[in-house]
């Protein structure tokens, strides 16, 4: 089904700068240059912008360096009084900062607003963080001896991010670091700079109402040129970089060969496995939305169901019939659940997947086209897709960055969690299951090799309190929750001798 309500160009662009006003960004004065914003809803130009030259990468890299000796020493809580602003800005403004999401990556009104509530979250544990940065104290094989560790803001964090979570991955980096006490520089993707604008517009304002040096935050906009000056630069504390295993795998050995330190959170190739003991109706739902939500372009986007043999042809059957409803067309429009993709590449990469999951024996089941053409010849529309495969083969290994859902079949657990684990990726995954043993074992030391492994709700739309990352070529990185501020920090260990002896560790005597 398609809701045929593709808006111009003047639309798309004049509700853009409507927007930015008030998020208070002006593009009246600015320099143009070739960062595009291109509108995946009708694939037009809403602005053009100047890329960041090397000169001024330099100069950020010397302000953020200055502004760190600065920011590292104002206590820990009252960093966190700037990311309270923060998060109360963004409240303010979360209805205007999700439209422009929707304008320049094209997702659903309630996925864009899902994606500033994330940031609001994230502000809200970074708050609470700043006065949780604990060290632990063990206790010294010394009589009178503390042995501790304190924790320590690191440097410049250089946050490089993806055009799929164009606001919410910088927060989750951004809140974390400065209530760490580390400045941050951002290099957004090239895809999306006007909402990488916004979000900068709003923190330069809790920055200016909270009295904090103004060098702690720098964006700066282009490619990847921008981003391999970050990746270099000793400078560069931590590089904390979202994206494609392709890009994790060019700056990973770049910033190991300086010793600098790097947080990879990279493609995932996401897998439900759905048990005889499975809830149907809950299954279904899960496994729409992660599959077809975002119109596939989440890293946790659901790509592999592997059913039981005894169950899959009703599964897919029910799943097919679900796609067969969903209202796919522009996300500005009420009742849209599939947006576009985001570039004409992109469509490209999800023909090639299915051409090739096709002369590996692959069957379509339901989608496969591109729609609405006519009304957006420059926007790529297309139909989630269920491709069912005799076996997983190297197409399936790939992660394709579109709703194309791979099936699979099983009869035993242990062979349902050998194809969840043959991939390269381990991001996240899901089984679906009333029986207690199996959803165990699937989170046991034997199951899932994932970062993410989740009982009876799909692959997607994680919550900010826990960690958030994988495995294997996804990188190993974690961001957001939990204890992952500790990779936004150094820690020291520090040994305190209160006695008026020298006793040596491990019995050592050196008199
Ligand atoms: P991409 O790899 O094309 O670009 C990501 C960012 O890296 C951009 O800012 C880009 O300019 C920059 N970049 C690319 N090559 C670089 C290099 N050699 N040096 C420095 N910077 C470089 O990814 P994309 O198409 O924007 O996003 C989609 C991908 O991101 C998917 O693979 C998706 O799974 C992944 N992703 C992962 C997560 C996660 O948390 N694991 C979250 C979102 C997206």
Redesign the pocket.
Known sequence: MSADTTPTTDQLAGRATTVLARLGVDLDGAERGNVISRSPINGETLAQLAATTAGDVDTALTTASEAFLLWRSVPAPRRGDLVRRLGELLTEHKTDLATLVTLEAGKIESEALGEVQEMIDICDFAVGLSRQLYGRTMPSERPLHRLSETWHPLGVVGV??????PVA?WAWNTAVALVAGDTVVW?????TPLTALACTALLDRAIRDSNAPSAIHTLLQG??DV??RL?DDPRVALVS???????GR??GPRVAARFGRSLL????NNAVIVSEAADLDLAVRGIVFSAAGTAGQR?TSLRRLIVHRSIAEELVARIADAYRQLPIGSPLAAGTLVGPLVHEAAFRAFEEALEKAQSDGGKIVVGGNRVLAESAPQAYYVEPTIVTMPQQTSVVHD?T?APILYVLTYDTLDDAIELNNAVPQG?SSAIFTTDQREAELFMSAAGSDCGIANVNIGTSGAEIGGA???EKE?GGGRESGSDSWKGYMRRATNTVNYSSELPLAQGVNFS
Do not use: D, H, Q, Y
């Open positions: 490089i991010t993806a055009f799929n979570f991955v290099k957004p993707s090239e895809i490619a990847r981003g391999e990746v970089a979202t994206g494609s295993v392709r890009m060019a700056i959170e990279l493609g995932g890293c992660e960055f991001l958030f990352g994988g996804t």
